[in-house]
């Protein structure tokens, strides 16, 4: 005899966590600290000299001018 077979999907969905909130919690600081870092660099990288700027940029092959 044969049987018949059938196909079902199951979507997995989970109710958000106490974990959830806090890992999004923790994104969000990390983030927020990381910007503060890249704000920090570009202002060090604006005081520095002109050809040590060319020699940073060239250092990363990034044009001047694109930050």
Known sequence: MMERQQSV???SF???TC???YIR???KEIKARNE???AQSYAKY???APTNQ???MSAF???EGNM
């Open 54 to 56: 060319t020699g940073l």
């Open 19 to 21: 974990q959830d909130q």
């Open 9 to 11: 999907e199951v979507y």
């Open 25 to 27: 919690e923790k994104y």
């Open 36 to 38: 503060r870092l890249k």
């Open 46 to 48: 604006l005081k520095m």
């Open 61 to 63: 092959d990034v044009k």
């Open 14 to 16: 989970r109710a958000p």
